[in-house]
């Protein structure tokens, strides 16, 4: 499994951004695609997840001004809406895909996000 992350940037605070991550090589029907991000000094944290049903989680940090979704149809591609966006959350953000039933775990390349105040 293979995953393409894209759409990170430089953005002013309050302003708003769109990450998408393709999946390509064997991937299920029934696995749970998201997004986590770390920044430098940090640990990478989750920031939001969703399953093929379109069941989500996100962090506290991140409620009311992110959201991820599917594109319609698809096992492979995920987006994370980034609005209202604040200094803090500039990181490093990776797509990731959880699948089977030993749950493995899967990470893309990661995109820069940068806000500036």
């Known amino acids: 499994v293979q995953l393409q992350a894209s759409g990170g940037g430089l953005v002013q605070a309050g302003g708003s951004l769109r990450l998408s991550c393709v999946g390509s090589?064997?991937?299920?029907?029934?696995?749970?695609m998201g997004w986590s991000r770390q920044s430098p000094g940090k640990e990478r944290e989750l920031v939001a997840s969703t399953t093929v049903g379109g069941r989500t989680t996100y962090a506290d940090s991140v409620t009311g001004r992110f959201t991820i979704s599917r594109e319609p149809g698809t096992k492979n591609t995920v987006y994370l809406q980034m609005n209202n966006l604040k200094p803090e959350d500039t990181a490093i953000y990776y797509c990731?895909?959880?699948?089977?039933?030993?749950?493995?775990?899967?990470w893309g390349q990661g995109t820069q996000v940068t806000v500036s105040s």
């Open positions: 090589g064997n991937i299920f029907s029934g696995n749970i």
């Open positions: 990731n895909l959880r699948q089977g039933a030993d749950r493995r775990l899967f």
